[in-house]
C-alpha cells in the first residue's frame, strides 16, 4: 500500500493503573479528532503490562469517561475489530516471537545482570558524574557461558543494542528533531520474568495494528528514538509521530488534586457537562480558525488540523471551564439539563414535582450556575422548609412587615395555573406600595422573596409563587 492509499489508524492507549486523567483524555480526543478529520479509524488499546497497578475498576473508568465524553472507538476491547486482542495481557504469547526475532538478527542480546549488578554500575556513573549507560557486559558472552548461568537458574532479561548515530524524524507538533542515539545506551524490550518493556510492547502493538499515526503527549518524546529503533531492526514501516506539549496548573506547575478535579470523572461528578469538557479540552493547544470557541465536536473535527496544534505547554484555566460550562448549561435543552441536573438532587424528594414542574425548577435556576452541582443550594427552597437565619433583621423591619400582611391576603386571589395572571398581580402589588407608600419595588420583592426563599436573590418570583403552589406559599407566609 503507498502512502496516497494508507489509510490512517491512530489509537489511544491507556493504563488502566488510575482513573483517566484529562490530560489522557486531551490525547484521546486528538486522535479521535485526527481520525474524524482523515476518515480513518480510531482504537482503544488498554495497556494493562503492569499488572500489579492495574485493575478492572480502572479499566472500567477509562471506558465509561470516554463513552461519557462521546470518544467512541472503531476497535477495541469491547467492540472487537480484526487486529485484536486489545489488551496488552492477552498478548503475552506475541512479544517473546519478535524478541527471538531481534536476537537472532543481531539486535539484541540475552542480559543475565541482576538487579544489584545494575545499580552499581548506576553508583559508579554517578560517582563519576557521567550519563548511565548499561556497560553491555553480557553483550559478548558465548554459548557456554550463557547455558552456564541459565543452569544456575538465573533467567536472562532482553537487551536491544543501540547502535551510535544521529535520528531525525519529523514531529507533526514540533517539526524536525534530532537525537543522538549514542547516549541511550542499550535498553531492556523484554524483563526476565517474560513481560515486555514498555516500549517493546507499544511498538509490536502499533506494528501488528498498522497503527500509522503516534500523537501522544511530550512526555514520551525520550521514547520516540528507541522506539524507531526497533521499527527498524523488525523492518517496520515506522508510523508519524507527533508530540502534545503538556497540559499545567494556573501556577505553571504539573496539573495534580491540589488544583482542583483532575480525572473525567471527577469532573463529572462536580457538575460539568461533558460536551463542555471536551470543547475546552480542544482548546488546550489548538484553536479554531474563525475565532469562535464554543463549538461542538463535529465542528471542531472538521477544523481540525494536526500541523496547528501547538508545541507550548497549555495552561488548565479552571474559571475559564467554568465559564464555558455555564454557557452550555444555559444553552442546553432543558429536559436533556432535568435528567443531567436530578441526580445532583437526589436528596431533597423530587417526587413531589411533576416532571414539568421540575424542569421548570431547573430552567429557572439555572441562569447563574456553572457547575451541576451548585444547583443543590440554588433549587433548595423548593423542596425544603428555608432558613431564615440570614434574613431575620429584613422580615423583621416595618416595611416587610407591612408588604407581608398585604400579600398574605391578596395571595388568596392569585391564579396559580395562570402565571401571565401571578406576574400582573405582583406588578400591581409593587404599584400599590410604591404610590402610597413610596416604597422601592425591590424592597417589596426582597420582603416577599425573603417570606418564600429565606434569600434575597433567586429565581424569577412569578416562577417561585407558581411552583410552590398556593398552600406552600400561605404555609410559609404564615411561619413568618
Given at each position: 500500500?503507498?502512502?496516497?492509499?494508507?489509510?490512517?489508524?491512530?489509537?489511544?492507549?491507556?493504563?488502566?493503573?488510575?482513573?483517566?486523567?484529562?490530560?489522557?483524555?486531551?490525547?484521546?480526543?486528538?486522535?479521535?479528532?485526527?481520525?474524524?478529520?482523515?476518515?480513518?479509524?480510531?482504537?482503544?488499546?488498554?495497556?494493562?503490562?503492569?499488572?500489579?497497578?492495574?485493575?478492572?475498576?480502572?479499566?472500567?473508568?477509562?471506558?465509561?469517561?470516554?463513552?461519557?465524553?462521546?470518544?467512541?472507538?472503531?476497535?477495541?476491547?469491547?467492540?472487537?475489530?480484526?487486529?485484536?486482542?486489545?489488551?496488552?495481557?492477552?498478548?503475552?504469547?506475541?512479544?517473546?516471537?519478535?524478541?527471538q526475532m531481534l536476537i537472532d538478527k543481531g539486535y539484541a542480546y540475552e542480559c543475565f545482570c541482576s538487579n544489584e549488578d545494575l545499580d552499581e554500575e548506576h553508583r559508579i556513573a554517578e560517582q563519576k558524574k557521567i550519563p548511565y549507560k548499561y556497560s553491555r557486559k553480557c553483550l559478548n558472552l558465548t554459548k557456554e557461558e550463557k547455558d552456564a548461568l541459565k543452569a544456575k537458574g538465573i533467567v536472562p532479561s532482553i537487551r536491544f543494542k543501540v547502535e551510535a548515530k544521529e535520528l531525525i524524524f519529523n514531529d507533526l507538533v514540533k517539526g524536525e528533531l534530532k537525537f543522538d542515539t549514542g547516549l541511550i545506551g542499550d535498553f531492556a524490550i523484554m524483563k526476565s520474568n517474560g513481560t515486555p518493556t514498555y516500549n517493546f510492547?507499544?511498538?509490536?502493538?502499533?506494528?501488528?495494528?498498522?497503527?500509522?499515526?503516534?500523537?501522544?503527549?511530550?512526555?514520551?518524546?525520550?521514547?520516540?528514538?528507541?522506539?524507531?529503533?526497533?521499527?527498524?531492526?523488525?523492518?517496520?514501516?515506522?508510523?508519524?509521530?507527533?508530540?502534545?506539549?503538556?497540559?499545567?496548573?494556573?501556577?505553571?506547575?504539573?496539573?495534580?488534586?491540589?488544583?482542583?478535579?483532575?480525572?473525567?470523572?471527577?469532573?463529572?461528578?462536580?457538575?460539568?457537562?461533558?460536551?463542555?469538557?471536551?470543547?475546552?479540552?480542544?482548546?488546550?493547544?489548538?484553536?479554531?480558525?474563525?475565532?469562535?470557541?464554543?463549538?461542538?465536536?463535529?465542528?471542531?473535527?472538521?477544523?481540525?488540523?494536526?500541523?496547528?496544534?501547538?508545541?507550548?505547554?497549555?495552561?488548565?484555566?479552571?474559571?475559564?471551564?467554568?465559564?464555558?460550562?455555564?454557557?452550555?448549561?444555559?444553552?442546553?435543552?432543558?429536559?436533556?439539563?432535568?435528567?443531567?441536573?436530578?441526580?445532583?438532587?437526589?436528596?431533597?424528594?423530587?417526587?413531589?414535582?411533576?416532571?414539568?414542574?421540575?424542569?421548570?425548577?431547573?430552567?429557572?435556576?439555572?441562569?447563574?450556575?456553572?457547575?451541576?452541582?451548585?444547583?443543590?443550594?440554588?433549587?433548595?427552597?423548593?423542596?425544603?422548609?428555608?432558613?431564615?437565619?440570614?434574613?431575620?433583621?429584613?422580615?423583621?423591619?416595618?416595611?416587610?412587615?407591612?408588604?407581608?400582611?398585604?400579600?398574605?391576603?391578596?395571595?388568596?386571589?392569585?391564579?396559580?395555573?395562570?402565571?401571565?395572571?401571578?406576574?400582573?398581580?405582583?406588578?400591581?402589588?409593587?404599584?400599590?406600595?410604591?404610590?402610597?407608600?413610596?416604597?422601592?419595588?425591590?424592597?417589596?420583592?426582597?420582603?416577599?422573596?425573603?417570606?418564600?426563599?429565606?434569600?434575597?436573590?433567586?429565581?424569577?418570583?412569578?416562577?417561585?409563587?407558581?411552583?410552590?403552589?398556593?398552600?406552600?406559599?400561605?404555609?410559609?407566609?404564615?411561619?413568618?
Amino acid at each position: 500500500m503507498n502512502n496516497t492509499e494508507e489509510k490512517v489508524r491512530v489509537r489511544i492507549a491507556p493504563s488502566p493503573s488510575g482513573n483517566l486523567h484529562i490530560g489522557t483524555a486531551r490525547t484521546a480526543l486528538f486522535n479521535y479528532l485526527f481520525a474524524k478529520k482523515t476518515g480513518g479509524k480510531y482504537v482503544l488499546r488498554i495497556e494493562d503490562t503492569d499488572l500489579d497497578r492495574s485493575s478492572e475498576a480502572y479499566k472500567q473508568n477509562i471506558f465509561d469517561s470516554l463513552k461519557a465524553l462521546g470518544l467512541n472507538w472503531d476497535e477495541g476491547p469491547d467492540v472487537g475489530g480484526n487486529y485484536g486482542p486489545y489488551k496488552q495481557s492477552e498478548r503475552f504469547d506475541i512479544y517473546p516471537k519478535f524478541a527471538q526475532m531481534l536476537i537472532d538478527k543481531g539486535y539484541a542480546y540475552e542480559c543475565f545482570c541482576s538487579n544489584e549488578d545494575l545499580d552499581e554500575e548506576h553508583r559508579i556513573a554517578e560517582q563519576k558524574k557521567i550519563p548511565y549507560k548499561y556497560s553491555r557486559k553480557c553483550l559478548n558472552l558465548t554459548k557456554e557461558e550463557k547455558d552456564a548461568l541459565k543452569a544456575k537458574g538465573i533467567v536472562p532479561s532482553i537487551r536491544f543494542k543501540v547502535e551510535a548515530k544521529e535520528l531525525i524524524f519529523n514531529d507533526l507538533v514540533k517539526g524536525e528533531l534530532k537525537f543522538d542515539t549514542g547516549l541511550i545506551g542499550d535498553f531492556a524490550i523484554m524483563k526476565s520474568n517474560g513481560t515486555p518493556t514498555y516500549n517493546f510492547a507499544v511498538v509490536v502493538d502499533d506494528m501488528l495494528m498498522e497503527i500509522t499515526h503516534v500523537i501522544r503527549g511530550e512526555d514520551h518524546i525520550s521514547n520516540t528514538p528507541k522506539q524507531i529503533l526497533i521499527y527498524e531492526a523488525l523492518g517496520a514501516k515506522v508510523p508519524k509521530f507527533g508530540h502534545l506539549g503538556m497540559i499545567l496548573a494556573p501556577d505553571r506547575s504539573k496539573l495534580s488534586k491540589r488544583h482542583g478535579a483532575t480525572a473525567v470523572s471527577d469532573f463529572i461528578k462536580e457538575g460539568y457537562l461533558t460536551d463542555a469538557l471536551l470543547n475546552f479540552v480542544a482548546l488546550l493547544g489548538w484553536a479554531p480558525s474563525d475565532g469562535v470557541e464554543i463549538k461542538n465536536v463535529d465542528e471542531i473535527a472538521a477544523d481540525f488540523r494536526i500541523n496547528e496544534v501547538s508545541s507550548s505547554n497549555s495552561i488548565f484555566e479552571y474559571e475559564k471551564l467554568n465559564w464555558m460550562n455555564g454557557q452550555y448549561i444555559k444553552k442546553m435543552d432543558i429536559s436533556k439539563l432535568t435528567d443531567l441536573a436530578l441526580p445532583f438532587l437526589n436528596k431533597y424528594n423530587t417526587s413531589k414535582y411533576s416532571r414539568k414542574q421540575l424542569e421548570h425548577i431547573i430552567e429557572v435556576t439555572r441562569e447563574p450556575i456553572t457547575l451541576l452541582k451548585d444547583l443543590e443550594f440554588d433549587t433548595q427552597y423548593f423542596f425544603e422548609e428555608p432558613d431564615y437565619t440570614e434574613v431575620k433583621d429584613l422580615l423583621n423591619s416595618e416595611l416587610s412587615q407591612e408588604v407581608l400582611s398585604k400579600f398574605k391576603e391578596d395571595i388568596k386571589n392569585y391564579d396559580f395555573k395562570n402565571e401571565q395572571d401571578i406576574h400582573d398581580k405582583l406588578a400591581e402589588f409593587r404599584t400599590f406600595f410604591k404610590e402610597n407608600k413610596g416604597y422601592k419595588p425591590k424592597e417589596t420583592m426582597w420582603a416577599i422573596r425573603a417570606a418564600l426563599t429565606g434569600r434575597t436573590r433567586g429565581a424569577n418570583m412569578v416562577a417561585i409563587i407558581q411552583i410552590l403552589g398556593k398552600d406552600e406559599v400561605l404555609k410559609r407566609l404564615n411561619n413568618i
